[in-house]
């Protein structure tokens, strides 16, 4: 089975410092990961994927992760905040035993202080 | 490129009605999946068509069913009509079977059951 669990559900940082946020899955099967971002009524556009290439991923505005599959983990990150990305943060595990289904965290939500 | 459209984008029921959500694919794409955002919650997988026919179903009782057209677009009714179905209902879809394959979301229908 497939899960995820988001640590933090509210995360503040000021303007220009970095941004954590963390995610850790578990999976029985070699995992695919994602990161999702929501603004404010709208749906989930995607930030970056792990599909068992590359262990650090970059992906777009800036923010990148690493799967440590030793830790199970894979926190996204950016290194300097910017007041537009405030927003909804989801992490998400899928595997090839699931067909299609994405198993969703439960969002990390980010307020970027000026 | 069109994008994934989802229809209504708001709506009212009462307990016990029915409601048929719509979604048209990304052009390309032909599978659709359908997901269940409770307030402050990650998405969570309602299920998934691929040429038509249900491809993976999440955790939903049978009140919840769903149809894909041969243009791949879907649909997702739910009948009796419960307050807990009070959420925004996403629609994704992916250009392949296979889960190694990013979603793309429309920006939902957030349904109110009174």
């Known amino acids: 089975a497939q899960s995820v669990t988001q640590l933090g559900s509210h995360v503040s940082v000021s303007e220009g410092a970095l941004v954590l946020l963390r995610c850790n899955y578990s999976?029985?099967?070699?995992?695919?990961l994602f990161w999702y971002v929501q603004y404010p009524n709208q749906g989930l556009q995607l930030l970056l994927k792990?599909?068992?290439?590359?262990?650090l991923v970059k992906g777009i505005n800036g923010f990148e992760a690493e799967f440590k599959k030793s830790e199970t983990s894979f926190h996204l990150t950016k290194p300097s905040a910017h007041m537009s990305d405030a927003a909804e943060y989801f992490c998400?595990?899928?595997?090839?035993?699931?067909?299609?289904?994405?198993?969703f965290g439960t969002g990390t939500s980010l307020t970027v202080i000026p | 490129e069109t994008g994934v459209t989802q229809s209504p984008t708001h709506l009212i029921k009462t307990r016990g009605q029915q409601v048929t959500l719509r979604c048209s694919s990304q052009?390309?794409?032909?599978?659709v999946s359908w997901y269940q955002q409770a307030l402050g919650q990650g998405p969570q997988f309602i299920f998934q068509?691929?040429?038509?026919?249900?491809?993976g179903r999440g955790n939903f009782p049978p009140r919840f069913s769903g149809l894909q057209f041969p243009n791949y677009s879907s649909e997702l009714n739910v009948n009796a009509l419960e307050l807990d179905d009070s959420a925004l209902y996403l629609c994704?879809?992916?250009?392949?079977?296979?889960?190694?394959?990013?979603?793309?979301f429309g920006e939902g229908s957030r349904l109110t059951v009174l």
């Open positions: 068509y691929y040429r038509e026919e249900e491809n």
């Open positions: 792990y599909t068992s290439a590359a262990t």
């Open positions: 998400a595990v899928s595997a090839s035993n699931t067909g299609n289904q994405f198993y």
């Open positions: 052009s390309g794409h032909n599978t």
């Open positions: 994704a879809s992916s250009a392949t079977g296979v889960s190694t394959g990013e979603l793309f």
């Open positions: 999976s029985s099967v070699p995992p695919y």
